[in-house]
T-cell receptor, first 116, second 114 residues
């Protein structure tokens, strides 16, 4: 198993450009998440998904969009990039059911994004 | 609301013990603990669930006080490999349904010296 795979690892964007951060997992996890981590800070939830076709906003969704067309993939779209979106972006997944309470998050290695 | 971690930083020598605390102002469904080394992804350590269930690594010890909404991570006989930033993540209790949406604390930097 590769686990959670994120691409690209690094990216520099100019203000106003757009891009998609890719995330795929091969563990058949139903839940997937996007977090951002600013330098020296904790992780903040951007969007999450509880299954294919179902997404919802997290704590800091402004400036981002997501889709979940398959169980495996959960891309994050940045429209009109701004310097405030300079951060490290982590995708994570977990498997949870009503019977299996509390499951660990498996994180990808992150995408380091700089907007100048 | 973001949980509060204390202390912000700890410096130890190999073999010493440390306790990292995590406190929330809201009722919790679970508390997660992760360790992150510089430039790497967070790695799962432990989950503590409402009701007393725990899941995680055998060598990691933690507690969850449901009445106070507080959790503590106990690192004993520290090793150099324990160095990193420790995050607690809290999952709020909302009608018994959890989507695993974690709110992370600001982190505690642990440095272990030889």
């Amino acid at each position: 198993n590769a686990g959670v795979t994120q691409t690209p690892k690094f990216r520099i964007l100019k203000i106003g450009q757009s891009m998609t951060l890719q995330c795929t997992q091969d563990m058949n996890h139903n839940y997937m998440y996007w977090y951002r981590q600013d330098p020296g800070m904790g992780l903040k939830l951007i969007y999450y998904s509880v299954g294919a076709g179902i997404t919802d906003k997290g704590e800091v969704p402004n400036g981002y969009n997501v889709s979940r067309s398959t169980t495996e993939d959960f891309p994050l779209r940045l429209e009109l990039a701004a310097p405030s979106q300079t951060s490290v972006y982590f995708c994570a997944s977990s498997y949870s059911t009503r019977q299996a309470r509390g499951s660990p998050l498996h994180f990808g290695n992150g995408t380091r994004l700089t907007v100048t | 609301q973001q949980p509060v971690q204390s202390p912000q930083a700890v410096i130890l020598r190999e073999g010493e013990d440390a306790v990292i605390n995590c406190s929330s102002s809201k009722a919790l469904y679970s508390v997660h603990w992760y360790r992150q080394k510089h430039g790497e992804a967070p790695v799962f350590l432990m989950i503590l669930l409402k009701g007393g269930e725990q899941k995680g690594h055998e060598k990691i010890s933690a507690s969850f006080n449901e009445k106070k909404q507080q959790s503590s991570l106990y690192l004993t006989a520290s090793q150099l490999s324990y160095s990193g930033t420790y995050f607690c993540g809290t999952d709020l209790f909302a009608g018994g349904t959890s989507y695993g949406k974690l709110t992370f604390g600001q982190g505690t930097i642990l440095t272990v010296h030889p």
